[in-house]
């Protein structure tokens, strides 16, 4: 294992950021319970929390609990619904706070980033100087706290932030990983959900220590490949690189034909293949869209786009069909094509926290 510090990863994750949001903009609202979800209708709403203040969580309240049932243990709250505009403003400034402090710079969700500080943390003591640098600026310009993990690998960086929520600041230090690891509890790891953790229990592992010293031979034969992950991860080995997704603004194909064309089928059927194309690449991405553009090109070179923007924002395919046919309309029977193309923009990233704790098997 690596025991010096060439790795430093910081995991940084806003406090009940929604709730935090909110708070720093009503200062009245700051150490109240403070629930925000859909409408608690005095108990008969049907919708889920979003999250909450920890002064809400010592009632018992948490994320994704029915929000009838966060009324009954705190009828006194404040509820307040989600205003996703206004989290995603902030996250957008808080995000570039981060990455102008990182080598390299991954945003996980709203409210979470990976920073790779290598080039500038050497030691415990440059550690905490950034660390703390990185939680006063963000405090200064948005009025939020956050909590801050440093360590020589993605995963263990993430535990070590949650580790003392909120306003926290833990530091494993590259010796230390095995032992910070060895007394927490497997589900502490990411990608353990509850059936993993299950069996687990059934193999008498309920550490993560058991778990960095358990036979792989038996794990595999539960877990399949996974086991090699799970074990590694659990003896602090963790190799996985961030991944520095620069913006992206369009997402577009084009096609030139082998010959111009002016059959009406066949331009439909290639337009509807890029619409496909522009479609499964969104996806992969993990975006949504809201506008629908075309290219045409004619035999003699000009060239046209048009565009079309929704009221909503979606990642369905037969919209971006519709809205691509829509718009060829005009073009139709005008001249021989030699190019069309398709792109979507206005494009909004899916937050990937719903489905980022998905379990190992
Ligand atoms: P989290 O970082 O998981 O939670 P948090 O920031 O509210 O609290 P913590 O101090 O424990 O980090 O999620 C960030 C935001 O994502 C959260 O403020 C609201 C939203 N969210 C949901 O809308 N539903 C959910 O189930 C979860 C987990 C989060
Ligand atoms: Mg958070």
């Not at 949001?21 to 209708?41: F, T």
């Not at 600041?169 to 590259?174: F, K, M, N, W, Y």
């Not at 993990?286 to 553009?293: N, P, S, Y």
Request: charged share 30%.
């Amino acid at each position: 294992m690596i025991h010096s510090w060439n790795n430093v990863i910081f995991h940084i994750d806003m406090d009940s950021f929604f709730a935090s949001v909110e708070s720093s903009k009503r200062p009245e609202l700051k150490g109240l319970p403070l629930v925000i979800g859909s409408d608690p209708k005095s108990g008969s709403g049907r919708g889920v929390v979003s999250t909450c203040s920890y002064e809400a969580r010592r009632f018992g309240i948490h994320s994704a609990m029915p929000i009838s049932k966060a009324y009954r243990l705190c009828p006194d709250a404040v509820f307040l619904p989600v205003n996703s505009k206004l989290y995603k403003e902030v996250s957008d400034r808080i995000m570039r706070i981060l990455r102008s402090y990182a080598d390299r710079f991954e945003q996980v969700s709203i409210d979470e980033a990976y920073l790779d500080m290598s080039s500038k943390v050497c030691d415990h003591t440059t550690a905490t100087k950034f660390a703390t640098q990185i939680k006063n600026k963000v405090v200064e310009t948005e009025g939020i706290t956050c909590s801050v993990g440093v360590a020589p690998g993605k995963t263990v960086a993430k535990i070590a932030s949650d580790h003392d929520k909120p306003n926290g600041l833990t530091i494993v230090q590259p010796t230390e990983v095995k032992q910070f690891l060895a007394p927490l509890p497997v589900a502490k790891i990411p990608g353990i959900g509850k059936k993993t953790e299950q069996i687990l229990k059934q193999m008498q592992i309920k550490d993560i220590g058991e778990l960095a010293d358990a036979d792989i031979q038996i794990l595999m034969n539960k877990f399949g490949k996974h086991a090699i992950s799970m074990k590694s991860i659990a003896n602090g080995i963790d190799v996985r690189e961030l991944k520095d997704k620069t913006e992206v603004k369009s997402i577009s194909k084009e096609d030139t034909f082998d010959f111009d064309t002016n059959d009406v089928d066949k331009i439909d059927s290639v337009l509807m293949s890029l619409c496909e194309d522009v479609h499964r690449t969104m996806l992969r991405k993990q975006f949504l869209f809201r506008t629908v553009t075309i290219k045409v090109r004619f035999k003699d070179f000009t060239t046209y786009t048009r565009a079309s923007t929704l009221p909503f924002t979606t990642n369905d395919l037969e919209t971006i069909k519709k809205c691509s046919r829509d718009l060829m309309q005009e073009f139709i029977d005008k001249d021989e094509f030699r190019l069309i193309g398709v792109g979507i923009t206005k494009l909004e990233k899916i937050d990937r926290k719903q489905t980022l704790i998905t379990d190992f098997i």
